[in-house]
């Protein structure tokens, strides 16, 4: 099954910055162990934002939940999720 999600960061302010590179350094593994196991299919910055547009290629509703949810950044970010199907006049063979 495939989502887009769209993450938006929002760390403290407070938040000491060797505690955020800590986050994001965790985050960034994690993030490109998923892209190396196919399941997070396209990651891209939304230009001028400290945000991303995602999709994941996932097995069901709970694996997505649960890949999110064990981001690092999880706590910090504000997360929205569009189930995707494929569209009829896609020429795409990989957009199912
Ligand atoms: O930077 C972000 O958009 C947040 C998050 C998503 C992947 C990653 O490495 O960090």
Redesign the pocket.
Same mark, same amino acid.
């Given at each position: 099954m495939l989502f887009q999600v769209e !993450?938006t960061?929002k760390l403290p302010p407070s938040m000491p910055a060797e505690q955020a590179a800590e986050i *994001?350094a965790t985050? *960034?593994a994690y #993030?490109q162990e998923l892209q190396r196991s196919g399941k997070w299919r396209h @990651?891209w910055?939304v230009a001028g934002s400290? #945000?991303?547009v995602s999709i994941f290629d996932v097995e069901d509703n709970a694996e997505l939940q649960e890949i999110i949810s064990n @981001?690092p950044?999880f706590p910090y !970010?504000e997360i929205s999720v569009k189930p995707l199907c494929r569209h009829p006049s896609s020429i795409r063979e990989d957009d199912s």
């Open positions: !993450m960061v *994001k985050e *960034k #993030a @990651l910055r400290y #945000a991303n @981001l950044l !970010m």
